[in-house]
């Protein structure tokens, strides 16, 4: 049974920092492409960062510079790090494990950047 948990969502306000992680289960970790992505009321959910299993990174435009994704294969982990936060950074932010025609999600960590 796949799982992918994530952690570290919140309220922030703006300027602050807030770190994601997802711990997955339930599948070889290394070779899955890992992802954060995110969904705002009112609109479609959108990529903001990957990471293969040889760690080479994918940014979205608007996280670029401010975000930094990472990964812990001996713990199956992966990590967002996200600093300078706006208020238009508020989402669920999801989690994304993928490999070829497979692909799972977790149930999303709320955050919200308000003063």
């Known amino acids: 049974q796949v799982q992918l948990v994530e952690s570290g969502g919140g309220l922030v306000q703006p300027g602050g920092s807030l770190r994601l992680s997802c711990k997955a289960s339930?599948?070889?970790?290394?070779?899955?492409?890992m992802g954060w992505y995110r969904q705002a009321p009112g609109k479609q959910r959108e990529l903001v960062a990957n990471?293969?299993?040889?760690?080479?990174?994918n940014y979205a435009d608007s996280p670029l510079g401010r975000f930094t994704i990472s990964r812990d294969n001996s713990r199956s982990t992966v990590y967002l790090q996200m600093d300078s936060l706006r208020p238009a950074d508020s989402a669920v932010y999801y989690c994304?494990?993928?490999?070829?025609?497979?692909?799972?999600w977790g149930q999303g960590t709320q955050v919200t950047v308000s003063a």
């Open positions: 994304n494990a993928a490999v070829g025609q497979l692909s799972y």
């Open positions: 339930g599948i070889v970790f290394s070779v899955f492409t």
């Open positions: 990471i293969r299993g040889g760690a080479r990174t």
